[in-house]
Nanobody
C-alpha cells in the first residue's frame, strides 16, 4: 500500500506565497512506478479540481487557476512532489490534496492540507 502525507499548508495574506510538500511512503515497487503525482484542491461547495501534475516522463500540467502563479519544483525525487504557490488570492482558499496515480489508473490521495488566503 501507499501513503501520501502533505505538509506546508497554512494561512497567508493575499499576494503572499506558500509551498506545499507531499511525500509518498509504503510499497517501493508501487512508488517507483507512479505514472504521475500532483495536486488537486477543493473549496467549500465546489468540485475537486486539478491544480498541477507531473508525469513520470517529466511533463507538467497546470490548471487554469494555477498557470503563471504555481509551480511544481523540479527535484528529481520520484517519491515527492511540491507545489510552490505565489501571488495567492482569496479564491485559492481550499483544501489541497496530493495525489499519486499508477498506470492502471488507481489513484492514491493524501489527507489534505488547508490553505487559507485572507487579509
Amino acid at each position: 500500500q501507499v501513503q501520501l502525507v502533505e505538509t506546508g499548508g497554512g494561512s497567508v495574506q493575499p499576494g503572499g506565497s506558500l509551498t506545499l510538500s507531499c511525500e509518498a511512503s509504503g510499497s517501493f515497487t508501487r512508488i517507483t512506478t507512479f505514472a504521475s503525482m500532483g495536486w488537486y484542491r477543493q473549496a467549500p461547495g465546489k468540485q475537486r479540481e486539478l491544480v498541477a501534475g507531473r508525469s513520470n516522463t517529466g511533463f507538467f500540467t497546470y490548471g487554469d487557476s494555477a498557470k503563471g502563479r504555481f509551480t511544481i519544483p523540479v527535484t528529481g525525487a520520484f517519491h515527492t512532489v511540491g507545489l510552490a504557490m505565489n501571488r495567492l488570492k482569496p479564491e485559492d482558499t481550499a483544501v489541497y490534496f496530493c495525489y499519486a496515480r499508477e498506470t492502471s489508473g488507481e489513484t492514491f490521495w493524501g489527507q489534505g492540507t488547508q490553505v487559507t488566503v485572507s487579509s
